[in-house]
């Protein structure tokens, strides 16, 4: 059974950084991506910061120059390093993996770990 465990949210203060870190496990299939979406309250799921195949990056917009996404793919773990944060960065944020077995693609999301940015 696949999981996602996540780790590293919390409280920080604007301006400040946190770590966030994912690590899959369960599977022996291949990685095709694996990354970082959040979701504020009361808003859709988005895009955060996402690696597409071993070197392959795509940042949202809102985050390019603050946040850097790095990962240890033989270890099957992503890290999302965050800085300059800001109270509209605050929401949960969930890692997803998708394996790859041949054409087929199988994705899986993390339980999502609070990231909450206030004075």
């Known amino acids: 059974q696949v999981q996602l465990v996540e780790s590293g949210g919390g409280l920080v203060q604007p301006g400040g950084s946190l770590r966030l870190s994912c690590t899959a496990s369960?599977?022996?299939?291949?990685?095709?991506?694996m990354g970082w979406y959040r979701q504020g309250s009361g808003k859709q799921r988005e895009l955060v910061a996402v690696f597409i195949g071993a070197d392959s990056t795509n940042y949202a917009d809102s985050v390019k120059g603050r946040f850097t996404i790095s990962r240890d793919f033989a270890k099957k773990t992503v890290y999302l390093q965050m800085s300059s944060l800001k109270v509209e960065d605050t929401a949960v944020y969930y890692c997803?993996?998708?394996?790859?077995?041949?054409?087929?693609?199988?994705?899986?999301w993390g339980q999502g770990t609070q990231v909450t940015v206030s004075s």
């Open positions: 369960g599977s022996s299939l291949s990685i095709a991506a």
């Open positions: 997803n993996t998708q394996f790859r077995d041949f054409a087929r693609l199988y994705n899986y």
